[in-house]
T-cell receptor, first 107, second 115 residues
Framework: GENVEQHPSTLSVQEGDSAVIKCTYS??????FPWYKQELGKGPQLIID?????GEKKDQRIAVTLNKTAKHFSLHITETQPEDSAVYFC??????FGQGTTLQVKP | DAGVIQSPRHEVTEMGQEVTLRCKPI?????LFWYRQTMMRGLELLIY????????DSGMPEDRFSAKMPNASFSTLKIQPSEPRDSAVYFC?????????????FGPGTRLTVL
């Protein structure tokens, strides 16, 4: 079945720095790749997604890149702020989620 | 819209008891998903419905778990009998698109503790 690997499991950056989280997947038929942010005590919330017909998508400080050949996609957060601190999950279209990355942005 | 509504928010029960979790999806969404989240296993899909019909229940751990969606505005997840290893946060999510191919809107979750 589909396998999704997410790295790193934890990431600590200084405010203003960039953060990158990467996911690899196994099923080449996957065609939808969302990223979710989960704050403490809340359900996950979609922050950005990408479909297999594009290689990159950007929304203000957040971007996602997709490499279908290598079967990996990455979340990029620039100019990080303390409110970006949360757990981030990647997912693929078969509703499989990565293990999560705890991002800590230090003021 | 109030978003996805789940009840109860917290449930503490004793081993062997029946537990029923409830979910009201966002109006107009035709897909509904139940997830379980634990530290050890992360976020796991249990079952999802499309137009009230169960499409994939391969994630349901065992026969003790059952889910129903009698109409477009209500779903239940039942555990009978409950066991301590069922302790987790259970999320319900809904989506206007089928099969997980679009944004899912998650509820606040139900934190279940089985003693």
């Amino acid at each position: 079945g589909e396998n999704v690997e997410q790295h790193p499991s934890t990431l600590s950056v200084q405010e203003g720095d960039s953060a990158v989280i990467k996911c690899t997947y196994s099923d080449s038929a996957s065609n939808y790749f969302p990223w979710y942010k989960q704050e403490l005590g809340k359900g996950p919330q979609l922050i950005i997604d990408i479909r297999s017909n594009v290689g990159e998508k950007k929304d203000q400080r957040i971007a996602v890149t997709l490499n279908k050949t290598a079967k990996h996609f990455s979340l990029h957060i620039t100019e990080t702020q303390p409110e970006d601190s949360a757990v981030y999950f990647c997912a693929v279209s078969k509703l499989i989620f990565g293990q999560g990355t705890t991002l800590q942005v230090k003021p | 819209d109030a978003g996805v509504i789940q009840s109860p928010r917290h449930e503490v029960t004793e081993m062997g008891q029946e537990v029923t979790l409830r979910c009201k999806p966002i109006s107009g969404h035709n897909s509904l998903f139940w997830y379980r989240q634990t530290m050890m296993r992360g976020l796991e899909l249990l079952i999802y419905f499309n137009n009230n019909v169960p499409i994939d229940d391969s994630g349901m751990p065992e026969d003790r778990f059952s889910a129903k969606m009698p109409n477009a505005s209500f779903s239940t997840l039942k555990i009978q009998p409950s066991e301590p290893r069922d302790s987790a946060v259970y999320f319900c999510a809904s989506s206007p698109q089928a099969g997980g191919l679009g944004e899912q809107f998650f509820g606040p979750g139900t934190r279940l503790t089985v003693l």
